[in-house]
DNA sequence: AAGCTGACTCGCT
DNA sequence: GAGCGAGCCAGCT
């Protein structure tokens, strides 16, 4: 675990049911401008917490993870259609 | 120290 | 939209 990774967690972990974060947006927060490394770190530890609140930028889900990341988003009432979250509506403001 | 890889993003076609 | 290339940076050889 790297101080970096931890920080990615935190944010992760605080984002509410049925509301998302880009990677993009986890990456800022964390002061970083690399979402891809925030998605190494969803890769280790992303058990740890709720990664399925964390999509791309298009709004779709982790590629490979879309099926089981889309059930658990409709599950909290995030609003969902064609395999992606509305972001104008589910966005988290932090 | 140099190089490779990846649960990304953005601009262009 | 979808496909492609370039830029991004942390972590591990």
Redo the contacts with the bound molecule.
Sequence with gaps: ?????RRVLDVVDAIPPGRVL??????ELV?????????????????EVP??R?????G??????APR?LLLLREEGAHVR?G?VDLDRARWDG
Excluded: E, N
């Excluded at 675990?1 to 990774?5: D, E, K, R, S, V």
């Excluded at 964390?54 to 298009?58: C, F, H, I, K």
């Excluded at 779709?60 to 993870?65: D, F, N």
């Design positions: 675990m790297t101080p970096f990774a880009t990677y993009g947006d986890v990456a002061g970083s401008a690399a979402p891809r490394a925030v998605g190494m770190v969803l890769a280790r530890h992303g058990d990664w399925h964390v999509v791309l930028a298009s779709a889900p982790a590629p490979g993870h990341a064609a992606r």
